[in-house]
């Protein structure tokens, strides 16, 4: 028995040495493990949204206004880059160039009213008291941010949840799809 024969051997247990049709059975586990990785990527989605920078992709893409304003607080937060690894593993990476960094400001609006707002970036080596461009939509500087900064603490999701959405619609799609081709094709071939 050659190497390629003993490794596919357990097709030929399993399925009774017979070639045809997935079983439907093996298309069943395909779609609850679709389904399984597809909630998972939903709800660690949805943890992201929390603090997603929607506004960097919708407030943030018009016409901007810039004004200058002055760091008063820099402090880091609880939360790290998606994608990086926890410390303790022999790739991790999650140290001080990584952590998400808030950064409040204060700056005068063209009304010369005092407004404050957040912004983060990892890795921030802002001080307080150090002056900033800080940038707005025209006519709505209670939305703003310092420039190159977000307004939230994520701007993009992990590669990751991406590639378990994506294999999870695989799986979904073949064990709700595959059936109604192999019945398609064999009807086809009887008919010639």
Do not use: C
């Not at 070639?19 to 939903?42: M, Y």
């Not at 919708?58 to 004004?67: Q, V």
């Not at 005092?114 to 461009?133: F, M, N, Q």
């Not at 959405?165 to 799986?171: D, E």
């Amino acid at each position: 028995m050659s190497a390629r024969d003993s490794r596919f051997a357990w097709i030929g247990q399993r399925r009774g040495n017979r070639v045809g049709p997935i079983d439907e059975s093996d298309l069943a586990a395909f779609r609850v493990i679709g389904v399984i990785l597809l909630v998972v990527a939903v709800a660690v989605t949805a943890y992201y949204a929390l603090d997603f920078d929607f506004a960097a992709y919708t407030t943030f893409r018009g016409e901007l206004r810039t004004a200058q304003g002055t760091v008063v607080a820099v402090e880091p937060t609880d939360s790290f880059e998606p994608g990086v690894m926890r410390t303790g593993s022999k790739y991790a990476r999650r140290d001080e160039t990584t952590q998400i960094v808030a950064v409040s400001y204060t700056f005068v609006d063209a009304n010369k009213v005092e407004r404050h707002g957040i912004s983060y970036l990892p890795a921030s080596r802002l001080k307080v008291g150090s002056y900033v461009a800080i940038e707005h939509p025209v006519g709505r500087p209670e939305v703003s941010r310092i420039r190159g900064y977000r307004t939230a603490k994520y701007d993009q999701l992990p590669i990751g949840l991406t590639i378990m959405a994506g294999a999870g619609l695989v799986l979904v799609g073949v064990g709700l799809f595959w059936p109604v081709s192999v019945r398609r094709g064999r009807g086809r071939r009887n008919d010639d």
